[in-house]
Every structure is written in structure tokens, then in C-alpha cells.
């Protein structure tokens, strides 16, 4: 079955980076894409970036343009999202999610998968 392992969470002070992995198995298609998520403190969970193996396109939402980044190690089917210049309102909980389609709809209910969750939290 499909399965989506994280890490790469933690502590860091404003203005620091972390590397976010999604490593996935338990499926042969080369049609998915794999989104990361976030939910902030009293907020609904939002999508951060969509990385589709199909076509090898990146999306990122505005709000993380700039700072964030997408990318895809195929020899290990993992998915990074690369956070640069990060700021207190960063802080949540982040998760990476699987779909048998294109970046299309980041939607968290149009997503089949989901890994567990790295908490990330900015602070001096």
C-alpha cells in the first residue's frame, strides 16, 4: 500500500532553513503528484507546493514563493521542500500528500495519501 514517510522537522530561529523529505512507496505509477501542507496554529491546513512526477512541474502557493522550494530525487523516490528564510508564522505542522493526478487542485480532499506530519517551529 501507499505509504509517505517525513522528516526533517524542528527548531530553528527566524531567518534559518530546513529540509522537509517525503519518502514514498508502495506504488508503480510515474502519474502522481506529491504535495506538501501546513497547518498553522488556529488555521485550516493549506497547501504550501505540488510536485508532479508526470510532467516534473513545480507549484508553489504565493505565500512561500521565493523562500520555499520544491524538488524530486527519483533514485529515492522522495519528495524535498526546502524551506529558506523562515519566519515565526512558518510555525505548524507540515505534511506531504500523494494524488494520482496532475498539480491541478491543491485541495487537501483531493489528496488519497497522507504522511504523518513534522511539526516545524520558528523561534529565537
Known amino acids: 500500500q501507499v505509504q509517505l514517510v517525513e522528516s526533517g522537522g524542528g527548531l530553528v530561529q527566524p531567518g534559518g532553513s530546513l529540509r522537509l523529505s517525503c519518502a514514498a512507496s508502495?506504488?508503480?505509477?510515474?502519474?502522481?503528484?506529491i504535495g506538501w501542507f501546513r497547518q498553522l496554529p488556529g488555521r485550516e491546513r493549506e497547501a504550501v507546493s505540488c510536485f508532479s512526477r508526470t510532467d516534473w512541474r513545480k507549484v508553489l502557493v504565493d505565500s512561500v514563493k521565493g523562500r520555499f522550494a520544491t524538488s524530486k530525487d527519483d533514485s529515492k523516490n522522495t519528495v524535498y521542500l526546502h524551506m529558506t528564510n523562515l519566519k515565526p508564522e512558518d510555525t505548524g505542522i507540515y505534511s506531504c500528500a500523494l494524488a494520482f493526478r496532475e498539480c491541478t487542485v491543491l485541495r487537501p480532499d483531493f489528496y488519497d495519501y497522507w504522511g504523518q506530519g513534522t511539526q516545524v517551529t520558528v523561534s529565537s
Open positions: 508502495g506504488f508503480t505509477s510515474d502519474w502522481y503528484n
